[in-house]
């Protein structure tokens, strides 16, 4: 993993925790509570890829489980964000563009769904039946419900970000650096390229132009002689 994308994902990921911790856990919404460090997670799998999402996603779930008011077992969520970060990289655009916002939805709602199977999964493994107490179905309705009206208001933020630090000259020697941002790729393969070559099209229309004026003015001559 490159360090520019360390140095982008560990403050956007210590920012989500914060604010989850000290902000949403304190709504004391009905069900779940709103995940943003597995929509930040998300955000950076779809940009990074499969690799770059599950040591992301690794990482921001070892930082929640050491984090208070932690009560569950060290490396439980860690577990659950390396594998949605790994299977949301799957679903990178292969241009760096969204078609539409369907996608990241759906990806959102099986995200939400998936990770709370999953890390009630692994409690029933280690012995911790809270979700059966609290009711598996609830949780898995509000959490889809609460990352999806939450989604859009942070998912395109942190893959815009991860974009245009990904494709930074400054921070990126790669070939990637000279492809140039991906967000605006449109920008050099659908105007640059066409303005390059109706330029050079323009030159040799005034080169031809050029070649008949001569031979005419050759052909006047010859015919005044």
């Known amino acids: 993993m490159r360090v520019n994308r360390i140095l982008l994902s560990t403050p956007l990921v210590v920012v989500a925790l914060v604010i989850q911790v000290s902000v949403l856990a304190r709504l004391h919404l009905p069900g779940a509570v709103p995940d ?6 998300l955000g950076l799998a779809m940009v990074y890829g499969h690799v770059g999402g599950a040591l992301v996603g690794f990482g921001a779930g070892l930082l929640a489980d050491l984090a208070p008011p932690a009560d569950h077992a060290a490396g439980r969520y860690a577990l659950v964000l390396c594998v949605i970060g790994y299977l949301a990289g799957l679903v990178k655009p292969e241009n760096g563009r969204l078609k539409s ?8 709602v099986a995200a939400a769904i998936g990770s709370t199977l ?7 493994l280690v012995g911790d039946t809270a979700a059966r107490h609290v009711g598996l179905p609830g949780l898995l309705f509000s959490a889809a419900l609460y990352d999806l009206l939450l989604a859009p208001f942070v998912v395109p933020g ?4 991860a974009r245009r630090a990904d494709n930074d000259p400054l921070t990126e020697t790669g070939p990637a650096a000279k492809a140039g941002d991906i967000s605006s790729g449109w920008l050099s393969s659908g105007t640059g390229l066409r303005i390059g070559s109706q330029r050079s099209g323009l030159g040799a229309l005034k080169a031809k132009a050029r070649t008949r004026s001569a031979r005419v003015g050759r052909i006047k001559g010859v015919k005044r002689l």
């Open 36 to 41: 943003l460090l597995l929509l930040t997670v």
């Open 101 to 108: 916002a369907t996608g990241p939805m759906a990806v959102v």
């Open 118 to 124: 999953l890390y009630a999964g692994v409690g029933a």
């Open 158 to 161: 942190v893959m815009w970000l």
